[in-house]
């Protein structure tokens, strides 16, 4: 009998966690698991995976986003739970995760899994969120029957003390190595010379990713080398802001926006040095992947210390000058290599990992 899995996502776009379910569900044993993704109507657009999935056998339920109704999305979640036969729920969603799975307990489903992707929800600090925070974790950790975390870091921030199982974001290494042949031909399509000295960030235009602090130090780089060009990779609803900070600070020719692209390897292989300035992450797959890459990394010292799984990666705090963070990327080397730690992050490791999982017996 095959189990079907919802996986409470909330969007199906180019980010890191789905990325690393999309790798898991190529990989998996479908003939014994099977998944199908709950995403909120406001993501409804954002298909980059939608067609994938559906050839894989998988299926993609739509509901109201619970911010802007939550009474319409636990009627609606709740009526999806009675309909269909989901043997197991996998909950990626860090605030209010922990509804999902009351939702599929009382619905009867008996495997109940909280997956942890991040440090910290981005949420405000103030008493009513403070309570909302704490009766959610509640909800949480009395409901889930598994509990699994990208990092050290992710799992203690949201299961507060209960045990965990750390889950590596795999990722398929052999997808990042390129001829040089192959990264001229990239550049060249971008516009960029081989003498472009290139930094790279993947991620949502959101303010987590913190894309306005990169633009700043990509100006300071301006200064040690005027060839540098800034290749910012993702898109979201910052991106007319970011815009027009890239105007104020008069880099418009060093800053290539690519929007959301399905060529990731690629563009990572024509990077000198990979950078990250966001204010919380819990394992970032994008740092994986540019360690599979043999990139630098430059990372803010918010970032789970457990991305480090090569040589060459340096954490720079956010207080630090953009100077400072400069100085950082521009020394030398900027090449990398693979280690066995990084060679245990491939997907067909995290692959038997997740079967095993999801091949468990819940009495409850």
Known sequence: MIK?????????????????????????????YQFDFLIYDDYEDVQDYHAEIEKLGGRIFVVTNPKKNIIKYLIQVNRLLKKES???????????????????KKNGIKQ?????????????????MSWLRRFLTYLLLTNATDFLAVSKEAGESLFKGHPFEIVHNGINL??????????????KELGLSTEDFIIGNIGRLEKQKNQERLLEITKELNHINEHTKLLLIGEGSLRAMLEEKISDL?????VIMTGERNDIPELLSIMDVFVMTSLYEGLPMVGLEAQAAELKL??????????????NVVFV????????????????????KITEELKSYDVSYTTAQMENIYSREIGK
């Open 174 to 187: 052999q997808s990042y190595q390129f001829t040089d042949e192959e990264k001229a031909s990239k550049r």
């Open 298 to 311: 430059v990372l803010a010292d918010t970032i789970s210390r457990d991305t480090k799984l090569t040589d």
């Open 4 to 32: 079907r899995i919802l996986h409470f996502q909330g969007r199906m776009g180019l980010g890191g966690a789905e990325s690393f379910m999309m790798n898991l569900y190529r990989k998996i044993d479908r003939s014994k």
């Open 112 to 128: 109940r899994i909280a997956h942890s992707h991040a440090t910290e929800d981005g949420k405000s600090q103030n008493m009513v």
């Open 250 to 254: 008069g880099i418009k020719d060093s």
């Open 317 to 336: 705090s956010l207080n630090d000058t953009a100077k400072e963070w400069a100085n950082q990327i521009n020394t030398k080397p900027y090449t990398n």
């Open 86 to 104: 989901f043997s197991i729920a996998h909950n990626e969603v860090y605030f209010g995760g922990g509804i999902n799975l009351w939702l599929a």
